[in-house]
């Protein structure tokens, strides 16, 4: 050994450097509890602390920190939207994606790739003209290109689908992009946790107290909280949180499978989505294609995933990418997707004062991150909700005002 590394053997060894403060004791009392520390319940802790200086809040996580759906998402942005609501909210939340690093001071490797929705049939090529309407009245990117435009682009893919369903053309969206998805719950952890937030990791909400309609505290497994405001931010989980307040919501729960391949040279820069095919597909920085499908036919509240997922996926992808039949799928997970009937979110305040509400996310929970947690912020601490989530209130599927997203759905469920 050269001599000069001797004097590491005796050398004090190094102070670990940690990415977060270590955790503190839980509190008996807070000015508000988010139960959720996914990327939602971060984005909204960061913006409380941020935005309103409101630092007296612990966000209580069953598992650890973006261990849900945010660490199981094909990490896919887009603004490309159906209706006008769904299409401000989500271009508000890709305007804030674009800056995260930088606020955080960690690269979340923000990647704009552009993001094709390919239409195989008369009735998809419709919706896509519909929805390229809609983004450009909202000055979005999005427009209808031919099957020539698509190879050009993707020149490995095969647009006659092995004579099963030719592709006819596509809906191109620019802007669309791709992130790491735990960097992005990382760091708005991080930064809510240095602005005074609490992250109490491993601590499970079993009750929400309430008296005379107002909530006032949570019982969880380490103990009681006394709190006026609590915010529920848990996509799988929402049917047993809303079940202790015996708040009825329309939601569906379905596991969301994913899987990655092997790394294989760069081939494609872009996203791509087959509605038809039930598809979607990006290559990662490492060279893995990252692929899903539409969420499992039966509600289940689980997260396993099965052989029947790889294989209808990839019977799909053999279809547009052939050479894929040569790769390795090297992991499979899966996700808890709530979904409601009309395919948007339910945001904001509930029938019980002081609980509030972020769910309803289905399959595109991750792009809503920064908007949802800046507008629940907002809402929280004003006590008014945020005028970009409006139209996602609760009560909207008693009063007929549904905000029908399904068309815009990456793939069709
Ligand atoms: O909505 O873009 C999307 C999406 C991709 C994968 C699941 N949902």
């Known amino acids: ?21 270590s955790e503190k004791p839980l509190k008996q009392s807070y000015d508000a509890v988010i139960i959720g520390g996914g990327g939602h319940g971060m984005a909204c802790a960061y913006y409380l602390a941020k935005e ?15 261990g849900g759906n945010t660490g199981r998402n094909t990490t896919i942005v887009r603004s490309n939207y159906l209706t006008s609501e769904g299409v401000k909210f989500y271009d508000a939340s890709l305007k804030l994606f674009e800056d995260l690093s930088e606020d955080f001071d960690l690269n979340i490797f923000y990647s704009t790739r552009g993001h094709f929705t390919l239409a195989h049939t008369d009735s998809a090529m419709r919706t896509m003209r519909w929805r390229a309407e809609v983004n450009k009245h909202h000055g979005i990117r999005s427009d209808v290109v031919d099957v020539e435009t698509i190879q050009k682009d993707i020149p490995y893919m095969n ?3 092995n004579g099963q369903h030719p ?29 005074g937030v609490e992250i109490h990791q491993k601590t499970q909400v079993t009750g929400i107290q309430t008296q005379g309609g107002k909530v006032v505290g949570v019982q969880t497994n380490r103990g009681d909280i006394q709190t006026n405001k609590v915010i529920s931010m848990v996509a799988g989980s929402t049917p047993r949180i809303t079940r202790m307040l015996d708040i009825p919501t329309p939601i569906e729960v379905f596991p969301l499978q994913a899987c990655v391949t092997e790394p294989v040279k760069p081939f494609m820069n872009t996203i791509v989505v087959s509605g038809s095919l039930h598809v979607y597909v990006s290559q990662s920085s490492r060279g893995e294609l990252v692929m899903g499908a539409s969420v499992d036919p039966a509600e289940l509240h689980s997260t396993r995933s099965t052989l029947d997922f790889v294989e209808g996926l990839t019977d799909q992808m053999m279809d547009l990418f052939p050479f894929t039949s040569r790769l390795k799928i090297m992991r499979q997970w899966a996700g808890m997707s709530d979904i409601t009937p009309d395919f948007a979110p339910i945001m904001g305040k509930t029938p019980v004062e002081g609980f509030y ?26 006590d008014q909700v945020h005028e970009l989530i409006k139209p996602f ?14 068309g815009a759905a990456s793939v069709g469920h």
């Open 167 to 195: 592709v006819m053309g596509a809906l191109y969206h620019e802007p669309g992009a791709v992130a790491r998805h735990d960097a992005v719950a990382w760091g708005y952890a991080r930064g809510a946790q240095l602005r």
């Open 1 to 21: 050994m050269p001599l000069r590394l001797l004097k590491y053997a005796w050398k004090k060894p190094e102070e670990e450097l940690r990415f977060f403060p």
């Open 159 to 161: 647009v006659e689908c």
């Open 52 to 66: 309103h200086g409101i630092t007296n809040v612990a966000v209580l996580e069953q598992g650890y920190i973006g």
């Open 357 to 382: 509400l972020d769910s309803g996310w289905g399959t595109w929970g991750f792009k809503a991150t920064p908007i949802s947690g800046k507008t629940m912020a907002h809402t929280v601490a004003h």
């Open 393 to 406: 209130a609760l009560d909207r599927f008693e009063n007929f005002k549904l905000v029908g997203e399904k």
